[in-house]
Every structure is written in structure tokens, then in C-alpha cells.
């Protein structure tokens, strides 16, 4: 998935999936809150390879264990209405800083749902020329080929 759309959340937490993504993402899906705050949606082929991924890892560890229970704890399953909305949780956008307006982004394998101010700030990196720098220094240093 690629590309951004801004949105507007209506008074049943329902927000119109354009349907480029809706496409990508199928009749079922997954909506999880991520690490950064971020309400994230994830086609069930998509769920299915990371939560293989997290069955892989050991559930002696602490943190791990943690971790999965934010992650499952905080994922429903979901489906499309006929408009082709979907309702988000209200606690996801609590936790998330959801409010009204928002960007969808798609982000490869997954869609991404931001509150328009912190995307908008987010975004304003990308205008400083010393930042983007700095970004291109931390990638090539971490190994990160493009």
C-alpha cells in the first residue's frame, strides 16, 4: 500500500476507506494499535505473517510477553460496511490522540491511521534539509540499503 488521504472521522467512529486500500486489504482485516501510537490495519494475510512471527519467539521473556499482550490486546478483527467505512475502537483512538481529522498512509503492508496534527508536524522533517542529512547518515550506518 502507498500513498496518503485525509480524513474526517464521523460521530460513530467511522472513517471511508478509499478503495485502493480497501481492495488490498480484503473483506477481513486487522486493526492494532502500533508502538508509536499509531492505529495500524493489516490484511489477514498480512496479521497472519506477524503473528507467525510472534509465535517464533520465546515466551520465557518478559519484555515479549508485554509486548504481545499491547499488541493482541490492543487488535480486533474487522470488516467493511456496504459504504466501505470502518468503525475504529474508541479506545484505540484514545490511546492513539485520535480526535476528527486524520491521514490514512499507506506504508507498504500495512495502512496507517495518524492524527492530522502529529502527521502534519511529522511530516515537516522532510522539509530540513540537515534533517534529511541526518536521516541518510543513521540509515547508511544501520546497514539500510534502498
Known sequence: MFGSHQKSIDEKNRIVIPSNF????????YISLGLDKI???????????????????????????????FFFGNTIEATFDKSGRVVIPKNLLLQ????????LIGVGEKLEI???DRYEKQQEKFQDDDEIEKLQIK???SGVEL
Open 22 to 29: 480497501r481492495e488490498e486489504l480484503g473483506e477481513v482485516f
Open 39 to 69: 492505529i495500524e490495519i493489516r490484511s489477514k494475510s498480512e496479521f497472519d505473517i506477524l503473528r507467525d512471527k510472534l509465535k517464533k519467539n520465546n515466551s520465557l521473556n518478559k519484555d515479549f510477553r508485554e509486548f504481545t499482550r
Open 96 to 103: 492513539s490522540a485520535i480526535e476528527k481529522d486524520i491521514y
Open 114 to 116: 495518524w492524527p492530522k
Open 139 to 141: 540509515l547508511f550506518e
